[in-house]
Each structure stands twice: as C-alpha cells, then as structure tokens.
C-alpha cells in the first residue's frame, strides 16, 4: 500500500512535479490516470492478485514511454502519468492497457476474464488545481466503477465551467487597469541565415485567482466586450516602451480583422511611432486568413495605408480555410505564416511534402516571405528548412519569453540551433 511518507509515494510526487512544470513550460497537456484491476468473481483473490499486478505492471511499462510513469499502489490499483499527451491520444494509450488485460488468462480453465476501470485527470483542465490530481483521477475511477465505464475522463462540471466563464468576463475590464496583463515574446528563426531576427509579442494574463489565462480563451470576450481596441493599443504601446532594448529585432503583433477595420488605427499607429520614437518597418501586424471573408475593398485600402506607414503585414494561421486561392495572389501582404496544423500533418504523413513544396514557391514567387509556426521537433525544423522555409517559430527554437529571459536566451537559443543546423 502506497502511503505518504514511502519512497514509491516520493517518488510519485517528484515526477509529478516535473511532468506538471513540463506541461505549464512547454504548454503541452498531461494525463493523469489512476486504474483499478477488477477481475470476475471467480477469481482467487490472493492467490492471484499479486502476480497480476506485477505481470500488469510490466505489460504496461512495455506500453508507456520512457517519460511516462507507473507507480503501483496496492495490489490492485496503480497511477499512471502519461506526459505531452491529448485527450484522444491518452484514450488510445488506455484502451491497449485494456485489451492485453482482457485477453489475460491466469487460469485457462477457469477463463477468468480481467479489465480495468480508469479515471483520467487531464492537465491543465477546466478548474482542476495542481494539488489535486491524483483525487480529481481517483475520483473519476469511482465514478467509472458505479457507471461500469471502462475509462471515465474527470471534466469540471458545467457550473464550475460556467462560474469561471463568468469570472473572466467580468474581470477582463479591471485586467488593464490592474496591471494584470504582460507580453511575452516568442523568436523567430531565420533560416538561411540562423540567426533569431523578430519575435511574436503574445499577450499574456496572469489572473489572481484563476492563475494564467490563455488568450484563446479570453480573447473571445474581449472582443464581445468591445475591448479588443484598448487591449490592442495596450499591447502596441508596451512594444513601443520595450522596442529600444530589443535591439533591431523584427516584432509581430497580432491584429483582429475588427481591429483592422477600426477607423483610428493609422491615427494611434503614427502617435504612438512619433512619441516613442519608432521605426515601423520593424513593426509586423499578424492578421487572421478570415480577414479573406471581409469586403475586400476596405481591407485592401487599410492595408495599403499601414503599408504606406511602412508597417508589414503578415497573414496569420494560413491554410485553415478562409482564403481562396484569388485572395491569395491579390493580397498586398508580406509574409505568409503557415498554420501550426501544417507540421503536425506533415510529421504524420511525409507525403504531404509534395504538396506543400508549390504552396512554398508560389508564395516566393508571389514575393512573400514563408513563416511556419509550431516546430516542436528537430526533425520538424530539417523538414521546413528542406521545404526552403525562409522563418520558423515554434517550442523547439523557444517557448515565449519574458523580455528580459529574450535578451539574456538569445545568443544561448542562436548558439544551440546553429549546432543543429
Ligand atoms: P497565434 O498568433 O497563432 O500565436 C501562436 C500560438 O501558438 C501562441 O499561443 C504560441 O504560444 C503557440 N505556440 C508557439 N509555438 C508553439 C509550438 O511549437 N507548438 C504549439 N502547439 N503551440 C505553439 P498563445 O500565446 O496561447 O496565443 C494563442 C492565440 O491568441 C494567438 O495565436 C493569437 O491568435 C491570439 N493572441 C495572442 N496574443 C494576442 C494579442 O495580443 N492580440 C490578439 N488579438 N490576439 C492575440
Ligand atoms: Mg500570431
Ligand atoms: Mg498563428
């Protein structure tokens, strides 16, 4: 039996912690599961659960990978940690532990027939804290066992969901004012040269109850809220106080098609420039492929002025599907950011390079520079340069960065890529 002070229930601990930095560092999600062995009646208690828990422990380390851990409770229930993992991926992972369970045959005669019942906590999830884990996964296991479920996933319910929604819609506003919000900053990595020559500034909030929020899930309320303005102009104005101590580096800020369209924006943009004293061809606006499903008069004609400013334009997230192939060749952006999905569908499919080898050299052709987000891999970051990428952004070059970890990283991330490249 696993208790608080034996070295398995340390042991448990510590790689907890590390796989819950792992996850919160590398912004990747993490499962954790705990499984009960549960055996038809006819079974022999004692006589046979001992050896079925250590036969299960060894089938199922020969199921997990090395970063994975199982930790044995008692003689019939264990804790599995499956790290850098999505829901999908992790029910996969469970239902193979499952099946070499059910066609476990401890005693051929008698056809004694095994399987589990699993209760998964993922990380990070709805409201789910730290501390908690193991109980939320423990808990899940409970409910699979009365609602004789193989795998039950803990999901916060919808009055947590709905408590917390409403928390951040009401608290957005004040976050301004409350110095809540801050940037960070993630390089970008040019690769015929290997040198880091621009960042994306991503806005960051760090609420003092929830912890940090995803933009992905409150901008959606920003822009409910009519807020997506001051929260634009609030950004702009911290890259113009901080652009002296980035050096001559590049900086993308990401823009809402709203935003785009907003009338004052050349107004604040020139302001801005002449009071913090700003080069703007340093300056990148990062605009969404939806911008292809607006009247495309207004928005060529406001592109055409920020160009004029001689601000750059970058069409975000492209390949997700708004952007007709017209669009494409008329729009007077500069840079082409391909979509992260883009890698992950060429990591599993390496056929795909042929096919994404013409998008790259019609966008050169077209005079645009090629950004790919969401390299995650060294493997990933040799595909794109083969592809003749010309930029690559992603957790392998560098996770975002406060402004003061850019300037100490930089050199260390140029130095470490370029051993690589
Ligand atoms: P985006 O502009 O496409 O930004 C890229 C997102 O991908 C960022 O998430 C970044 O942290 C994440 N990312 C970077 N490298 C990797 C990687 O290797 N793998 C994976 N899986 N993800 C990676 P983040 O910071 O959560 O931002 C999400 C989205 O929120 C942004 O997508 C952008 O649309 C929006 N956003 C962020 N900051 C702002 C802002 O200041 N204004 C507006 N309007 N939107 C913003
Ligand atoms: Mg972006
Ligand atoms: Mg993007």
Redesign the pocket.
Known sequence: MINSTSPEFQRLKERLDISVAFSERY?KSLAICYLRITALPKQQKGETTGNLSDWFQSEVDSLIRNIDTLEKVNNTDFILILTDITENECEVVLSRIIGTLNKLELKPMQRVTFGANIGVCMFPYGSAQKGNLVQFAKKQMEEAVINNRAISMYRPNKNEDEIRQSIIRNDLPAALQNNQLS??F?PQLQLNTKKIIGM?????WQHPALGKI???EF?PYAEAKGL?DS??QW?FEEICKKIEKLKNYNIS????VN?LLSSGLELFITNMADKYEVDLSRITL?I?EEIGLYSSNKVLKRIKNLKLLGIKLAL??FGKGYFSFADFINFPVDIV?LD?SFVTSLASNSHLKKAILPIIQMAHFLGFKVVV????EYRQLIDWEELKCDIV????IS??LTLDEFIVDISKIEHRVNGLL
């Open positions: 912004e940037v960070v993630q994306e500034a991503l806005i960051r995803s933009p992905v901008i997506l929260l634009f950004v800020i990401n823009l809402s935003q990062e969404t975000d997230d950011k992260k987000e969401g390299i995650e952004q992603g957790f392998f996770k975002p």
